[in-house]
């Protein structure tokens, strides 16, 4: 199929940055969309319990994790809409040949979902829930989430390497096959217990070693080339355990300490490793030892803290921080998960989140509505391009509050949303178009 035109139809609502007040925590909107209950009936968590890793959202529909329960006990995968209906256990992890223990989170390429087990398994799962597969298996486990690159997919976990620490970067190709730990760390390169990220033929992570700060790396997508980036001072921050966002040419991330504060830092870097900057130094009050990762939409930086549960956003160059919203003393131990965002609202989970009768407690999915949150500013660029007879389709993954729409014919007026298809490659959304009809026009229109 090919696509004639392409609009510029950008329906952005533009929100005001400079002057605004400062947003109080207590005027915004926060729900409880699922708990993840005991049925008192199995004496199981049926449903799963323990949500680790981030969300993901595509459309309107949020997909995670839970490192336990559900049917075998060794957690579940899930999908559930962005208004708390139609939860959805899509499939139970512990039976035979299937591993367990899924909690760095899901990536998605096409119609597939891809994660990790922390008992060494790479997987992938239709969004249906169908089509489970087991990809690879390792004897290390691997903690960290996947990332993309074209038909790649690469990843942080242990292995039976000899050199200390163990940890190792390994790639394998979506259907499974070509497995390769390409990178080992050593005593000479420190350890890394992160999710990378990637931009064409480069990922970029950070390490660390032992008593000290750590650092921030680069290497070929191949293992090649190695390069330390940045050594922390313990003033810029201490040991990065959140994995890095990558936007243009800046890397963002977190440390769990050190700062002017002691309690943790957000830190901007460039991808050569020059322009190192503390955005923020956390003082306890506003939280400390921030350890999920950030998400970033138009200007404005998104995270949580571990200790004080803290929601928290700020821009890109260190101005206007705010806590949005604190866990502590309600919610468990009150250390969410990184958020994901759309439009003006925050959506999470907490892996220790209500306690019941018994005193167990499960986790909570949860969204949290900002009355004025920044929104992206400006219209998000839509990029296209024909590759092998088909029409590929893309923009920013940070435009997570507009949804891809198309229609064969303008005099109609009818535009329909595009909701299957859409795959996370690098920093951006695509979509390869597989529609029949010779013209076709695109636009992105804010949700």
């Known amino acids: 199929m090919k696509c004639r035109y392409l609009f510029g139809l950008f329906f952005a609502v533009l929100v005001a940055l400079g002057n605004s007040l400062p947003i109080q925590a207590q005027s915004n909107d926060f729900r409880v969309l699922y708990t993840f209950t005991l049925n008192t009936n199995t004496a199981y968590f049926d449903s799963g319990a323990s949500p680790t890793g981030n969300l993901l959202l595509l459309g309107n529909t949020l997909y995670g994790t839970t490192a336990s329960g559900g049917a075998f006990g060794a957690g579940v995968i899930y999908s559930i809409n962005t208004d708390g209906s139609g939860f959805t256990n899509l499939f139970n992890f512990g039976s035979a040949g299937v591993g367990g223990g899924p909690n760095g989170g899901l990536i998605c390429l096409g119609e597939k979902l891809f994660g990790t087990t922390s008992d060494g398994s790479v997987f992938s799962i239709s969004t249906n829930g169908s089509d489970f597969a087991n990809l690879t298996y390792s004897s290390g486990n691997m903690t960290c989430g996947l990332v993309s690159s074209g038909n790649t997919l690469y990843g942080v976990g242990a292995t039976d390497s000899t050199n200390w620490p163990g940890n190792s970067v390994f790639a394998v190709d979506t259907d499974g096959f070509g497995f390769t730990n390409i990178f080992d760390f050593n005593s000479s390169t420190g350890d890394t217990r992160q999710s990378l990220a990637v931009s064409g033929n480069t990922l970029y992570g950070t390490a660390g070693f032992t008593n000290e700060p750590g650092m921030v790396f680069a290497m070929n997508t191949d293992g090649s080339s190695f390069t330390n980036l940045h050594n922390f001072t313990a003033d810029e921050g201490y040991e ?82 705010m806590s949005l919203y604190s866990f502590k003393g309600k919610f468990g131990y009150g250390a969410p998960s990184g958020v994901v965002v759309s439009g003006n609202t925050l959506y999470g989970t907490v892996p220790e989140g209500i306690s019941t009768a018994n005193g167990t407690t499960n986790g909570i999915i949860f969204a949290l509505t900002v009355p004025g949150l920044p929104r992206m500013a400006i219209s998000p660029p839509l990029g296209i391009i024909d590759l092998n007879e088909k029409t590929v389709v893309s923009w920013p993954a940070q435009a997570t509050n507009f949804a891809l729409q198309f229609t064969t014919d303008l005099s109609a007026g009818k535009w329909t949303v595009i909701t299957n298809g859409i795959a996370v490659a ?22």
């Open 426 to 447: 690098g920093t951006n959304f695509v979509f390869t178009n597989v529609l029949n009809d010779s013209t076709a026009y695109f636009r992105l229109k804010e949700q």
């Open 240 to 321: 990065s355990l959140a994995p890095l966002i990558l936007s243009g040419n800046t890397l963002y991330g977190t440390t769990i300490g050190g700062g002017a504060q002691l309690n943790g830092t957000v830190f901007a870097i460039n991808a050569d490793g020059s322009g190192f900057t503390n955005l923020h130094d956390f003082n306890g009050t506003d939280g400390s030892m921030p350890q999920a990762s950030l998400f970033l939409s138009g200007d404005t930086l998104y995270g949580t803290t571990f200790f004080g549960g803290n929601v928290f956003s700020l821009n890109t160059n260190g101005s206007n921080f």
